[in-house]
C-alpha cells in the first residue's frame, strides 16, 4: 500500500491557477500486462493528494510516469501545461523542475553528508561564487529535517533511516517545483517518518510534492485520497469519507491496525 502527499502553489484561488499535475487516459503496459488501466486526475494548486493501493496497484509505476522515467503507452500527463511525454521534450530540464527520490540511494558511501549534497547542487556557472551560501542552505535544510544528523559524517558510517533523510535533503537543495518521493522513509518507524514527513510538508510549502508510503498516520494528512486497485482508480474522497464508504480504503485501514488481515500491504509496483 501507499500514498501520495502534494502541496500546491496556494497564492492564488485555484480555480484560477488549474490543474498543477493533469492525468488523462493514461495506460501503461509491460508486455502483455496493463499496469495503468485508463488513470485520469487532477491535482489543484492548495490541495493535499494521497495516493494509495495494495501490492500490484501501479502506484510506483504511475510516480514514475509523472517523471518521465518510465514511457506511457497512451493518454497524457501534464505538469504545470506541459506534457510529459511529448517526444521533443528535454527530459533534463524537465527533472530540473520535478524531483525524485527513489527507495534505493542515489548517494556516494565514501563522501560525507555535506559533500554528498553538494555534489547534488546546480553546476551553473553562477553555483561557484555562491558556493559558501549554498553550503550553509543545504545545513538549514538538514538542521530542519534532521537536528542530531552530523553532516560531516561518511554516508557509508549513516544508518538506513539517516541516509533516507539526507536524500530528503538532497532534494531540497535542488529547488524543484514538484518532488516525487517513492517510500524514502520505509526504514523509519512510523512515529520518526510522521515527524520528518510533517517536516518535509513545512519545508515544501510553495511547491507540489508526490510521495508513497505504507502507514496511514501520514495518509492522513491529506486532504483528498485515491485509491488504485489493479491499476484503476476505485475510491476518491476524504479519510472520514472513504471509512464511511467500507470498500476497499476501509480494509485496507482496517489491515494495518490489526482488525482484518486479508489484504496484503506491500509497497511494489
Request: charged share 20%.
Amino acid at each position: 500500500m501507499g500514498r501520495v502527499l502534494m502541496i500546491a502553489e496556494p497564492s492564488m484561488p485555484p480555480s484560477l491557477i488549474g490543474p498543477i499535475v493533469r492525468l488523462a487516459d493514461v495506460h501503461k503496459y509491460f508486455g502483455q500486462l496493463e499496469v495503468l488501466k485508463g488513470i485520469s486526475f487532477d491535482v489543484m494548486a492548495g490541495e493535499v493528494i494521497c495516493i494509495i493501493g495494495p501490492s500490484g496497484s501501479g502506484k510506483s509505476t504511475l510516480l514514475r510516469c509523472i517523471n518521465a522515467l518510465t514511457p506511457i503507452n497512451s493518454g497524457s500527463i501534464q505538469v504545470k501545461g506541459q506534457e510529459v511525454h511529448a517526444p521533443k521534450l528535454d527530459k533534463l530540464e524537465l527533472r530540473k523542475k520535478v524531483g525524485m527520490v527513489f527507495q534505493q540511494f542515489s548517494l556516494l558511501p565514501n563522501l560525507s553528508v555535506l559533500e554528498n549534497l553538494l555534489v547534488a547542487s546546480p553546476k551553473a556557472p553562477w553555483w561557484q561564487g555562491r558556493r559558501r551560501r549554498i553550503m550553509n542552505d543545504i545545513l538549514v535544510w538538514l538542521q530542519k529535517l534532521a537536528p542530531k544528523l552530523d553532516p560531516n559524517r561518511r554516508v557509508s558510517d549513516l544508518a538506513v533511516g539517516e541516509r533516507q533523510v539526507v536524500e530528503l535533503a538532497k532534494v531540497l537543495n535542488l529547488n524543484p517545483r514538484v518532488v516525487i518521493l517513492d517510500e524514502p522513509t520505509s526504514a523509519l518507524d512510523a512515529q520518526a517518518e510522521h515527524e520528518i514527513f510533517q517536516r518535509f510538508a513545512e519545508l515544501t510549502q510553495g511547491r507540489l510534492t508526490v510521495f508513497i508510503s505504507h502507514r496511514f498516520s501520514t495518509v492522513r494528512m491529506a486532504d483528498r485520497i485515491i485509491v488504485l486497485q489493479y491499476g484503476s482508480v476505485v475510491e476518491d474522497g476524504t479519510h472520514e469519507q472513504l471509512l464511511a464508504n467500507d470498500g476497499l480504503y476501509a480494509r485496507l485501514y482496517e489491515s494495518q491496525f490489526g482488525f482484518s488481515n486479508h489484504i496484503v500491504l506491500s509497497p511494489t509496483v
